[in-house]
């Protein structure tokens, strides 16, 4: 499974980006996908998780703001970035996994990462 990401780039405190990740040469549909992050000088955080049926869980510094989704017949996942402020600027990389709900917590159960995509948010 190759992902690819893209969606990122320049945008201003409060407003709205999405970033999405496409398998390439393979299928997504029994696989949980997340969305991580590394902020400048920082060590990387989960954001969003989205098993292949629906079931979803936002960490606590974005939720409310952040939504997570996918579309199992496109293989793609999206992550929906809202209210954006100067403290999610980081590179965003979606990842997948086969591990059980239990796991998704834990980076090294994922087998696939996307490159990442740069989001900056400017104050």
């Known amino acids: 499974v190759q992902l690819q990401a893209s969606g990122g780039g320049l945008v201003q405190a409060g407003g709205s980006l999405n970033v999405s990740c496409a398998a390439v040469?393979?299928?997504?549909?029994?696989?949980?996908m997340s969305w991580y992050r590394r902020p400048p000088g920082k060590q990387r955080e989960l954001v969003a998780t989205?098993?292949?049926?629906?079931?979803?869980a936002i960490a606590e510094p974005v939720k409310g703001r952040f939504t997570i989704s996918r579309d199992n017949t496109k293989n793609t996942v999206t992550l929906l970035m809202d209210a954006l402020k100067p403290e999610d600027t980081a590179v965003y990389y979606c990842?997948?996994?086969?591990?059980?709900?239990?796991?998704?917590?834990?980076?090294?159960?994922?087998?696939?990462w996307g490159q990442g995509t740069l989001v900056t948010v400017s104050s």
């Open positions: 990842a997948a996994t086969k591990a059980p709900w239990r796991y998704v917590r834990i980076a090294s159960r994922y087998a696939y």
């Open positions: 040469g393979s299928v997504l549909a029994v696989h949980t």
């Open positions: 989205i098993t292949h049926d629906g079931q979803s």
